[in-house]
């Protein structure tokens, strides 16, 4: 990709472009992609925004993104995905239409148990996982979700703060502290196992931190053993209900697959905020 250009969409030729290329990426028929061409113009129309990335004529990237009521100044991204290296651009064309409408907020949902995801997420952008949905579209018929129970995290996006230091890296965000990290990670007592017989997840003995391990390729894995990737969901499913029930977020996502979940604490940021600019 030599001069790869972002910008919305606002005809026809274009909403078709977008959903023919998410159908490449979900595998599904595009007679049947994840979002009509209609659906994306409907969309626009009212107000939302199609972004797509383009390598000359050919879409390598999109993401669709509404607005919520005025007063939670906050969007909803739908769906997005991207050719490798363009998830930020993509983002950030997302960040800079919100902003600029008032947005202080972005949410989404992703599937927990792809890891790349979750890195891109926490470490890239440094949004946090603020809920956890259980099968939340219910049985999908695609060819990266067939056979899964559709769990989902859903993640938020503080659109107007600093990007922070994720805890797996240095201060100045440009270095894994990967051995500290897991460290401290390794010497905390195993609390599940995985279904592949390691350990899934571990807990802080001071009670501030618990780690969640996720399989290296689930898409593959449900391919080859749907049921081995069935019993992944629901082992990721017991540890992330039980810690957001006691009011843990989802802050980072190791190199190795390794999530990082810490204990909320009431800061001056959080007093400060009015309820009905918040996340849920």
């Given at each position: ?87 930020p ?75 922070r ?5 240095s ?16 010497a905390?007592?195993v ?61 980072d ?28």
């Amino acid at each position: 990709m030599t001069s790869v250009s972002i910008r919305t969409v606002h005809d026809t030729a274009g909403f078709t472009a977008v959903a023919d290329y998410f159908s490449e990426v979900w595998q599904t028929p595009r007679s049947a992609p994840p979002l009509l061409p209609e659906t994306l113009n409907s969309l626009a129309h009212a107000g939302g925004a199609v972004h797509a990335a383009y390598d000359g004529e050919r879409v390598v990237g999109g993401c669709v993104a509404v607005f919520g009521p005025p007063a939670a100044r906050e969007t909803y991204s739908l769906l997005a995905a991207a050719e490798r290296g363009l998830g930020p651009r993509l983002k950030e064309a997302q960040r800079a239409w919100a902003v600029g409408l008032g947005a202080r907020t972005m949410r989404w949902t992703f599937d927990p148990l792809v890891g790349r995801n979750a890195r891109f997420n926490f470490v890239k952008l440094g949004a946090e996982g603020t809920g956890y949905l259980v099968d939340f579209y219910g049985p999908m018929a695609d060819g990266v979700n067939d056979g899964d129970e559709s769990d989902r995290l859903e993640v938020t996006w503080d659109l107007t703060a600093a990007r922070r230091p994720s805890t797996g890296t240095s201060a100045d965000g440009t270095a894994d502290r990967t051995a500290e990290t897991a460290a401290a990670r390794e010497a905390a007592p195993v609390t599940h196992p995985a279904p592949d017989g390691g350990p899934l997840a571990r807990r802080d003995p001071g009670d501030r931190y618990v780690w969640c391990r996720v399989p290296e390729d689930i898409v593959a894995l449900r391919a080859t053993d749907a049921e081995r990737a069935l019993g992944w969901r629901r082992a990721v499913r017991e540890v992330f209900t039980k810690a957001f029930a006691e009011g843990f977020t989802a802050t980072d996502m190791s190199r190795d697959g390794w999530y990082t979940l810490t204990r909320r604490e009431a800061t001056p940021r959080d007093e400060d905020t009015p309820t009905e600019e918040g996340t849920p």
